[in-house]
């Protein structure tokens, strides 16, 4: 076999890693500009993530920090009764969907967006701000234990949480997020 390129290298290897990079350094082009301090501006941008405690990596907390409201996966009822059903070979397909979902599937609400990480790896996310929210709807599940939440987006793209403990607030808490953005549509 031949030798693994650098460039292919690196790709096997960022695969592989299990840790993410904790902060993305990205080199911006050189300006000119004129301070009167003579203080030269830093020609790098550092992205910092917002930690659970709502404090970026600076330890800085201010108006403009990210407050996490809910973080996690799938109901452990969907997990137990699916498992419990799965015994029969009639409900084994629906089974493995949901040991999937409380294995590999992630939700996050925060003060600013929601995010769904999905993949073995985590490496599928998707991130939408409250500003792009024009309904939520709920429909319970087991006696409302736990629920399933589905958002539409401006664009028309149907975003199906499924199995989210805690269903009711956290709809509830999207749903005034999305109308303080301004963008939940009313209908009566």
């Excluded at 958002?151 to 005034?176: H, M, N, Q, W």
């Amino acid at each position: 076999m031949p030798p693994l390129s650098t460039a292919a290298a690196a790709a096997v290897s960022s695969i592989l890693s299990p840790n993410p990079p904790q902060a993305l350094t990205i080199p911006l082009p050189q300006t000119r500009r004129s301070s009167s301090s003579g203080a030269a501006a830093s020609p790098r941008l550092v992205l910092a993530r917002a930690s659970a405690s709502g404090t970026t990596r600076g330890g800085e907390a201010g108006a403009g920090a990210e407050t996490v409201f809910f973080d996690g996966g799938a109901h452990y009822g969907d997990l137990a009764a699916n498992l419990l059903l799965g015994l029969t070979l009639l409900w084994l397909p629906l089974t493995l969907a949901a040991v999937s979902r409380a294995f590999i599937l992630r939700y996050r609400f925060t003060s600013r967006r929601v995010t769904v990480v999905s993949g073995l790896s985590g490496a599928d996310r998707t991130d939408f701000p409250y500003s792009s929210v024009t309904s939520v709807v709920v429909v319970p599940r087991f006696v409302g234990e736990w629920g399933d939440i589905i958002i539409t987006l401006r664009d028309g793209t149907k975003v199906d949480l499924r199995s989210v403990p805690r269903f009711r607030e956290v709809a509830d808490y999207c749903r005034s997020m999305a109308a303080a953005e301004g963008s939940l549509v009313v209908t009566q």
